[in-house]
């Protein structure tokens, strides 16, 4: 995913730690460069909004339970094999 134009921030890596700047984990610094990337990538952005949309809908229903970290690593795993897979057909 891609808008086509030169970032200094690559759109893969802007999708691949998008979870950690929503959840706020990582460095000011690196939180900088997605939040300038988001600004001016609008497909990010879309994929921002429904990240972040589907943590909230998962906060909100599973409050009491917070995922075991082995199962969230492999959900990430997951996202990341169908995301290159969507790039490669792409």
């Given amino acids: 995913m891609s808008c086509g134009k030169p970032h200094e921030t690559p759109c893969t890596e802007v999708l691949d730690r998008v979870y950690g700047y929503i959840d706020g984990e ?3 610094l690196d939180c900088a460069k997605i939040k300038q990337h988001l600004d001016e ?3 990010c952005l879309r994929e921002y909004g429904l990240e972040e949309a589907v943590k909230k809908l998962v906060q909100k229903h599973c409050r009491c339970d917070p995922a075991p970290a082995e199962l969230r690593a492999k959900v990430l795993i997951r996202i990341r094999e169908v995301r290159a897979t969507i790039e490669f057909a792409e």
């Fill in 41 to 43: 990538c609008g497909p």
């Fill in 26 to 28: 990582i460095s000011e």
